[in-house]
């Protein structure tokens, strides 16, 4: 009689265990939602980001190498980097009439792909027609990088520089 009255008091706490594990709704999903409820909205084309055009933060940068205001080449390496950021931000504002162009024909053409279907195609002739457009000047960045690494290299220790090639990596890979 014991067995009979523990099996039947096993059985009921495992039922409603299980019921409370499901929603007590017998594990359908009734009513529910579907998870993209929002139209899929296209990601801007960020043109300065393509072409790798990068005004670095400066006390970011000079935390993440570990070079404080103590050291001897820290205004040194400051002035550095104030002569490339500003020579990046003068790029910027000559070319950003070019710039917010294709931005703005890219970014069309995302949104005719995303709502109509178009051809995946015509997206990517436009995209590599902004990269042969800004093919001057992305080699003109790319020179300026390697003249900023050449500058830097002198003023930093080995750990240093390692440290700021990883960085600049970084950034560049997040954009």
Do not use: C
């Amino acid at each position: 009689m014991k067995k009979i009255v523990l099996f039947i008091a096993f059985i009921l706490l495992a039922s409603q265990h299980i019921e409370a594990q499901l929603g007590g709704r017998g594990g359908r999903n009734f009513n529910r939602q579907p998870a993209n409820s929002q139209p899929r909205q296209a990601p801007k084309f960020d043109v300065k980001k393509a072409i790798g055009l990068t005004v670095y933060e400066i006390d970011r940068v000079m935390k993440r190498i570990n070079m404080k205001e103590k050291d001897k080449n820290y205004k040194k390496v400051v002035t550095v980097f104030n002569r490339f950021n500003k020579e990046q931000r003068d790029l910027s504002r000559i070319n950003s009439f070019q710039f917010t162009q294709a931005e703005d024909k890219v970014n069309k053409l995302q949104e005719d792909v995303l709502k109509n279907g178009a051809d995946y195609t015509l997206l990517t002739g436009a995209y590599k027609e902004v990269g042969e457009k800004f093919k001057p000047l992305t080699e003109q960045i790319k020179e300026k990088e390697k003249t900023l690494d050449s500058d830097l290299k002198p003023l930093l220790s080995a750990k240093q520089f390692k440290k700021w090639v990883k960085l600049k990596a970084k950034i560049k890979k997040k954009g």
